[in-house]
Every structure is written in C-alpha cells, then in structure tokens.
C-alpha cells in the first residue's frame, strides 16, 4: 500500500502558485520524498525528491516539514500544460533504482485559464 | 535521445489469449522495471529485469512473466488473458549507477474482449 495520503483534487488559476500538499507520517529515516506527474495518455514524468532540506530545480520546488511527516509540491506559476495527476511517493533511495515506486491515487490537479 | 520506447502503443486480445508488449530502455540505462495501470488507479509494480534477471516482483500471478535481452530492451508476457488484465502497461528504465529517477514510456494500452 502507499504510504502517502494526497486530496484527490485541486484547482488552480493560471499564473498562480500551485501548492499540493502530501502526509507520509510514517516514512522511514532514509526514506526520500519523490514527486512525480501524469498526464493524459502518458506515463509518470519525475519531478523532484528530497530526503529533508527543501529542494528546488527547474520544473518546481519541495518544502518538507522539519519532523518530515508531510510535505508540499509547489508549481510557482502553473500553466494549463501542467493539468496533470501529481503523485507523491516515499522510497529509499540509493539502491540504483531497484526500489520500486509505490503509487497512490495521487492528486488530480486542474489548472483553469 | 528517443527515451523510452514501448511497443505497441494499442493492443486489443480476447480472453485465453497470450501477449508480449515490448520495451527500449532510455539509452544508457540497464535497468528495466513494468507497471500496470489500471482506469482510475495509479501504477502497480510488476516487476523489475537487471542483468537479465528478475530482481524484484510485486504481488502478481505467474501468469505474468518477463525477459531482458543483453541490449537491456525487455518483453512483458501475460498468459491466459482475463478481462481484469485489462490495462495501460507501463515501462521504466533505469541506471543501476543511479537512484533518483525513473523515466517511463508512454505505455500500451491493452483491452482484453
């Protein structure tokens, strides 16, 4: 089972910030947050991970709370091309990809014009 | 750089029919990794192929089996076709060296009549 808990839905004005927020309150010591997106008719795109320091690059950035039970993806200025399912997933890293991903039901963004 | 590449991108089979849906891992990448998509649901893992081997397998039966030939593509077989198996079938790709990303296919999408 995922061990992330995400709403099943958000809207978002284009131009504005999207905040999607994500609780994994029991995620392990070594255990990373990862974000990844889907849209329509096509497979997961990576977006970003963190272990415990807020993250940045260029698609979106990632704030974890300092005891690491939740965190929030942020879109600073979402477009229409972002309208995707965003799903937030913990998984330990540093195995060269051997850890498989375990998905939720993530959470269905709709960014409105 | 074609990324990874999953063929083919539609399949319809009846029930009691086999199937073999295909994988090219993104150059450069070793590791192969299935996912199976069902409506309305996020990706479940299958399994994972490295050095030719399953590595890891998620909670499917052995009617789903699997190959990785040396050049790292991959093949997913699924047996005795249910309508359940109905599906997008996803394909990640992977480098043992690294631990952040996986970068999927765009999927095949088969339909069991």
């Known amino acids: 089972d995922a061990k992330t808990t995400q709403p099943t839905s958000m809207d978002c004005a284009e131009g504005r910030a999207a905040n999607l927020p994500c609780n994994h309150s029991?995620?392990?010591?070594?255990?990373?947050v990862y974000w990844y997106r889907q849209i329509h008719s096509q497979g997961p795109q990576y977006i970003i991970h963190?272990?415990?320091n807020n993250e940045t690059n260029e698609m979106a950035s990632l704030i974890i709370t300092e005891d690491r039970k939740s965190s929030t993806l942020i879109l600073p200025h979402a477009t229409l091309r972002d309208t995707a399912v965003y799903y937030c997933?913990?998984?330990?890293?540093?195995?060269?990809?051997?850890?498989?991903?375990?998905f939720g039901k993530g959470t269905k963004l709709t960014v409105n014009p | 750089d074609a990324g990874v590449t999953q063929s083919p991108t539609h399949l319809i089979k009846t029930r009691g029919q086999q199937v073999t849906l295909r994988c090219s891992p993104k150059s450069g990448h070793d590791t192969v990794s299935w996912y199976q998509q069902a409506l309305g649901q996020g990706p479940q893992f299958i399994f994972q192929?490295?050095?030719?081997?399953?590595?890891q397998r998620g909670n499917f039966p052995d009617r789903f089996s699997g190959h990785q030939f040396p050049n790292y593509s991959s093949e997913l077989n699924v047996n005795a076709l249910l309508l359940g198996d109905s599906a997008l079938y996803l394909c990640?790709?992977?480098?043992?060296?690294?631990?952040?990303?996986?970068?999927f296919g765009s999927g095949t999408q088969l339909s069991v009549l």
């Open positions: 192929y490295y050095e030719e081997e399953e590595r």
């Open positions: 963190g272990l415990k």
């Open positions: 029991t995620i392990s010591g070594n255990e990373y």
């Open positions: 990640a790709s992977s480098f043992i060296g690294s631990n952040e990303k996986l970068f």
């Open positions: 997933i913990v998984r330990v890293a540093g195995q060269g990809g051997s850890e498989k991903l375990v």
